[in-house]
């Protein structure tokens, strides 16, 4: 049957409380397998978040995925209650809203970030991909890498959707008829990134400077 998403988060949920018991103050699972946008070659993003993380914690919980099937799918995020708790807020927005929880609650978490938050989560994501396509053009020139920066991308479309419309809308597919003009055009160009298809009527330059032009205009927007 290969591999089955819901029979594996079972496994390791079970595995998590064996392993922490009542420590475990929340569990969720991320990304492409949490939006159902996922394909066979997807890790799976799990989220575990105990009362304290001790550096013990991470030797227990390494050694609990390595028992457990489809080990090399498995990644995501550890931390400690306190930590996320005091987590830089523009990460937190998108943190939150993308995490669907198999135990405990982030909407505590998740209420103390505010417009300000996500508009500095806009601009700091904005800033980051246009460094990157900046870098990979005049250094790496790597389509791989152009990938990635479209994948970040699509965070800050779903951020600044919200941003404008106070509405976040999960799948790329969903959004996408949302959107329109210079913002859906990234998307659509992220979209055939994540299904392997690739852009090959047009250059790495090409698709990158469309990055670096997309996110030009945010920066100088969200800094006004």
Known sequence: MGFQIYEWLEKYAEAVEQTFGYRVWFLGVQGSYARGEETENSDVDV??????????????????????????KACGFISGRREIENWAKPDLFQFCRDTVPLKGSLENVLASVTKEDIRHAVHMGACNIYHGACHNIVHEQQMEITAQLYKAAVFVLQAKYFLETQAYIYKKAELFVKLTGKDREILYTAMQM??????????????????????????CKMNN
């Open 194 to 219: 994540k299904k392997e298809i690739g852009i090959p009527d047009r250059s790495l330059d090409e698709v990158t400077h469309k990055l670096i032009e997309w996110t030009s205009e945010i920066i």
């Open 47 to 72: 989220v575990l978040i105990l009362d304290k993380l001790l550096a013990a914690d991470l030797r227990l919980y390494r050694k609990m995925l390595d028992a457990l099937p489809y080990r090399e």
